[in-house]
Nanobody, 115 residues
Framework: QVQLVESGGGLVQPGGSLRLSCAASGTFFSIKYMGWYRQARGKQRELVARITIGGSTNYADSVKGRFTISRDGTKNTMYLQMNSLKPEDTAVYYC?????????WGQGTQVTVSS
């Protein structure tokens, strides 16, 4: 069974920064990519950023230039550095692991951007 545990969320003022972490454990193989998604209240879950096993990345237009996704393969850990945060970034952020023919999700971590 795969477990994904997110951490690093919290309350931050506009313009501030946060770093999210996602630790993966359990049995998985043939990783295709890992990603961060978010879901704001009343909205659908959306892709924020994704990183492939080869290190290629892609970002939602709304976060390009502000967020950076990275992965430490030795630790099966993924990160999301979020800078210049805006109130519209407020959401629950979820970690996603796409491996073999499976997809696993974390429980989510709340990010609130407010003054």
């Amino acid at each position: 069974q795969v477990q994904l545990v997110e951490s690093g969320g919290g309350l931050v003022q506009p313009g501030g920064s946060l770093r999210l972490s996602c630790a993966a454990s359990g049995t998985f193989f043939s990783i295709k990519y890992m990603g961060w998604y978010r879901q704001a209240r009343g909205k659908q879950r959306e892709l924020v950023a994704r990183i492939t096993i080869g290190g290629s990345t892609n970002y939602a237009d709304s976060v390009k230039g502000r967020f950076t996704i990275s992965r430490d393969g030795t630790k099966n850990t993924m990160y999301l550095q979020m800078n210049s945060l805006k109130p519209e970034d407020t959401a629950v952020y979820y970690c996603n692991l796409n491996w073999f023919i499976n997809e696993s999700w974390g429980q989510g971590t709340q990010v609130t951007v407010s003054s």
